[in-house]
């Protein structure tokens, strides 16, 4: 991480030899590293590829091998700042997507836990439920991560708006109950 974060500070390029874990060989890349950000304890890096117009994401403990090059120049990018991830639960956005206002029911029991560790930081509260259970509201965008801590509350959540995350979460929650039953 040290050599990353120099490269970042110093502006240097990277040659990276990258291996996802959907690839059977390290790709070998020309990396603008912009950003190091942790999620869920792991790091990965922001930046942009030599041959790519929008930034990247990878992982560090995916990267195999990196050293500093002098060419080509470094290509800043001013949006890729330590905001660029501020509306976003995890590390996954697009440039140019934007923030929606979800809004989701959190059931009694688990209420509380919600309340003190937010989903993000503009978490609200809309309403508090006689019964104990609360709607909550946060304005981020919509990505991966953020299903998935959803999904990680089974039936203590429901998305209640935006229609189009609500749908998708009832599918995906559809598709894991039809997985389940098949096996039962």
Not at 28 to 43: C, G, I, P, S, Y
Request: glycine share 4%; charged share 25%; aromatic share 10%.
């Amino acid at each position: 991480m040290e050599g990353i974060y120099a490269a970042i500070v110093e502006q240097k390029v990277l040659k990276v030899e990258y291996q996802s874990f959907k690839a059977m060989v390290p790709q070998t890349m020309v990396l603008h590293a912009h950003l190091l950000k942790e999620f869920r304890n792991r790091w990965f890096v922001l930046g942009m590829r030599d041959d790519r117009l929008h930034p990247q994401i990878f992982a560090l403990d995916r990267i195999k091998s990196f050293e500093p090059i002098d060419t080509p120049a470094f290509r800043f990018d001013p949006e890729l700042d330590a905001n660029w991830l501020q509306d976003a639960i995890g590390v996954t956005k697009t440039r140019g997507q934007k923030t929606i206002t979800v809004q989701f029911w959190v059931s009694a029991d688990q209420s509380p836990y919600v309340q003190t560790k937010p989903f993000h930081h503009s978490q609200q509260i809309v309403e508090q439920r006689e019964d104990g259970s609360t709607v909550f509201s946060i304005e981020v965008i919509q990505n991966l991560e953020l299903e998935r801590e959803f999904l990680g509350f089974a039936e203590d959540i429901e998305v209640l708006a935006p229609r189009l995350l609500r749908k998708r979460m009832a599918m995906r929650l559809k598709k894991a109950s039809e997985t389940y039953l098949k096996s039962v």
